[in-house]
């Protein structure tokens, strides 16, 4: 049985996002996500515990897609993907 490490419940969500780390830029996609965090396809080796990321997506606002920049960082990174937690802006 998997141990649920986030508090609060993850949504299944695909889409392409970017993410910003101060070696550079990585697209790669999200997998699902919740208020505090989400886990991405990506296992880039700039990528450690703790370090300031930023997520780039895109989500639907009324009638158009309103971009936004959340500043994260790297909660933990397993042979599937990366785990953001979001920083409280």
Request: net charge positive.
């Amino acid at each position: 049985m998997e141990i649920n490490r986030r508090a609060r419940l993850r949504q299944t969500f695909k889409q392409e996002v970017m993410l910003k780390h101060n070696k550079g830029f990585r697209l790669c996609n999200i997998r699902d996500i919740s208020v505090e965090g989400a886990f991405i396809d990506l296992g880039w080796s700039a990528l450690t515990h703790r370090v300031p990321v930023e997520l780039s997506i895109s989500l639907p606002d009324k009638e158009m897609m309103k971009a936004y920049r959340v500043p994260a960082e790297v909660a933990r990174i397993t042979d599937s993907g990366t785990a953001l937690r979001f920083k409280n802006i």
